[in-house]
Every structure is written in C-alpha cells, then in structure tokens.
C-alpha cells in the first residue's frame, strides 16, 4: 500500500483529518512539522509528544531535540536521551548520532568518550558516511581511544571516497602533511579539487590555489591559482583568498603587475581579520 504524503495537506486539511483518525501518527508527525515552520514550537511539540507516544520514530527523535534545545518545552537531557535511547534500540540512525554527541559532551550524563565512540561505531555500521568521517576524528584525535591517525586516515578516505566534502578536505590535508599516510602532493590536490566542488566552503579552494601557484604535486599554472581563488573569494571565511590573490597581482604572477589591485585584495583580507593582510596593505600603502 502506498503511503501518503501527509506533508503535502495544508495545515486545517490535517487538522480535519486528525479529528477524523485522531490515532494516525503521520498525520500528527506532519501536524506538528506544519506548527514548526510557522515557528509554533509549543504547539509543534504537543502533536510530536502525541505521534510518539503512538510509536513514531520520526516524533520521538524531534521530540528529543526539543528536550535537547529547550525549544517549545523546558530543556531536559535527561528526557532527550531517553527518547534517542528508545529509537537506538531499533537503530535509528540520526537518534544514535544524538547519543554520541550527548556522551561526548557529557549533555546530562556524566561525559564518556568511549561510549559516545560506541555510538559512532553503531552509526557506522549503519552505512552513515558522517559517523564514518566522525569515526576518523575520534581516531586522529584520541577521543575514546588511543591516537592512530593511520587508522583515521583509513577512515576519512572512506568517507572522502563518498564525496562526504569535510572527509574529502580531511584527506586533502593529510596527505599534505603526510600525517598517517606518505604525503602525497598530487593526491592532495586531487581531494582539495574534489572538495571544492563539492562543497560552499573557501579553504580546499585556496589550498588548490596554493598548489596551482607553488607548482605543488602538479606543474605551476598561475591563472588555474587565479581561478581557484577568485572562486573561493565568495565563500571567503578568514580572508585568505583575497590575500592570495594580492599577492598574484603584486607579483604580476598570470596576471598584468598592478599594485592598486594589489592593495585592494591586501585591504579586503584585512577587513576579514587576515593578519599577512594587513601587513601586506600597510607596506603598499607606504609605498604609494
């Protein structure tokens, strides 16, 4: 039987047909997904609380991220995980990455590293690719476990291997630092190109800039740098990328010499709090 898409009803349609079957959860799910976007938090968390006490997954697991943020209800932890508890039972996935996140931060239980790992593990098994790239933090980092950055490399690459874009970037860096693998400028660059197209982000974009400038794991090619970084310029988040390119126009490096532009990149990055930028505005600008 084909089930419907109580999401698509209008709010009073739903309103009408809860009154109708006042047991069918779905329609309390969507009812209370409906008073959410209309930012009705208190209304939407009554129907949630409804729809999960009639065994709805989907409400349980919102019903404990209003615990968890104190939204539309007082914030509770202790009620939180239990709703993430009761759906970990029977392995659903986004309650049992709530889990890891409430040991790990210790969200109303004392903190415990290893079992948030546990959680993780679970969620892995599960075939989630952010549990996966979250499985090579706590492995790089030595949360829940002894450090083993080949190990977390394993599992990056995995993840990156998904085009999942933080593991893509992840990969990206150490194979440039060489940390738990050979570094490897050409695979370095290969997941910095990946990332950048697959996500909104300016860093694996100036990292492929970089490389394109330096001639680092590939041959110098100054206008692919200037196309790198003129692109992550829109998702410039430290003002590295406009310093980059500064630097491209101070140099005349695949591009016409110009100071002026020069100083006006130096000057965006310093806006965005880039230290080198500054530094480098200040210079120019004794100079003029």
Known sequence: MKSIDYYSYPKEELIALNKAEPTNSEILLALGNKYENDNNFVKAFTYYRKASKLGNLEATHYLGNYYFTGKGTKLDFKKARSCYLKNSKVNHLSSILKLALIYLEGKGVEKNE????????????????????????????????????KLAFRYFKKAADRYYPDAEIQTGDMYFKGIGVKQNYKKALQYYKRASDD??????????????????????????????????IDFDEDGQAYFMLGNLYEEGLGVEKDLKKAKECYFSAMMQSYVNGRHKYVELDRKD
Do not use: R
């Open 114 to 149: 290893k079992k948030s790992l546990s959680f993780i593990k679970k969620a892995v098994k599960l075939n989630s690719t952010s549990a996966l790239f979250s499985l090579g933090q706590y492995h790089l980092k030595g949360i829940g476990t002894k450090q083993n950055p």
């Open 199 to 232: 996500c909104s982000c300016s860093y694996p974009k100036v990292q492929a800039g970089i490389m394109y400038k330096e001639g680092l794991g590939t041959k110098i090619n100054y206008k692919k740098a200037k196309k790198y970084f003129l692109e992550a």
